[in-house]
């Protein structure tokens, strides 16, 4: 009997030891599943700059069937954004954007396609940098009055948020009325380029001068001359962005 107890005992020690080296298992917190949407491709909004306004187009070259045109200042969506500029049109570099307009969708010449919204006629120089401000805090505008009191003249100086040669030279289009005759200037060509037309009924002789350097604009000058009165505007790159200055005297 001792036997059987003492083996009884031994059993139970042993059951009771690896009771307890049998580890507990962790408790697992279940994983929600949440079902978000993807994010959302922003769309970024673009002005048209061109003066006579911009074709919308079926397909990515400039051969494709033309769905629309849209109109000078239009704010059009952007659906796809094309960096590489494989597109040259008159010294204007750019690509095909794929932009929505009017329900339509298709695709843009993108150097005339702008972050700028473009002067709305009849707007004064005041009056756009002002506009312009809200979004772009750099765009300025300052005004030197001199000259004498039988001849008075004044230097009206814009800086324009953008390092592109063609938007300054068409926001001054509009903004002083260089003649639309007057096309943007190639980048390349001669070191110095003059273009004269006269105006006989009205007595006035209209300048372009162009200044180049390696086949990069350095300078545009409009000059617009009449018996009464001189009116020139300068172009020029000024710290990645570009200044339209025009002098303004009565003779």
Not at 20 to 45: A, L, Y
Not at 126 to 151: C, F
Not at 154 to 174: C, D, G, M, R, V
Not at 190 to 208: I, R
Request: aromatic share 8%; hydrophobic share 35%; charged share 15%.
């Amino acid at each position: 009997m001792k036997t059987k107890a003492l083996a009884l005992l031994l059993t139970i020690t042993l059951f009771a030891s690896c009771e307890k080296k049998v580890p507990q298992q962790e408790k697992s917190t279940p994983t929600q599943i949440t079902n978000q949407p993807p994010p959302q491709k922003k769309i970024t909004s673009l002005y048209v700059i061109a003066a006579s306004g911009l074709s919308l187009r079926a397909y990515n070259n400039l051969q494709s069937q033309k769905l629309a045109v849209m109109p000078y200042g239009t704010k059009v969506e952007v659906v796809s954004l094309e960096t590489n500029n494989t597109m040259n049109i008159n010294g204007v570099k750019g690509a095909m954007h794929q932009v929505l307009y009017n329900n339509k969708t298709g695709y843009a010449f993108s150097g005339y396609l702008s972050n700028l919204f473009p002067p709305e006629p009849g707007s004064t120089p005041k009056m756009y940098i002002s506009d312009l401000q809200s979004t772009y805090p750099t765009a300025s505008i300052n005004e030197l009055v001199g000259g004498t009191a039988s001849e008075p003249s004044s230097t009206e100086t814009l800086l324009i948020p953008t390092p592109k040669w063609h938007e300054a030279y068409l926001i001054a289009q509009k903004l002083y009325g260089i003649p639309r005759d007057f096309l943007f200037p190639n980048p390349k060509g001669k070191d110095t380029q003059l273009q004269t037309k006269e105006n006989e009924l009205q007595g006035a002789l209209n300048e372009l001068q162009v200044t180049r350097l390696d086949n990069t604009l350095v300078e545009i000058t409009y000059k617009h001359t009449t018996q009464n009165f001189v009116q020139r505007i300068t172009i020029v790159k000024q710290d990645g962005m570009m200044q339209i200055q025009q002098y303004y005297k009565i003779q």
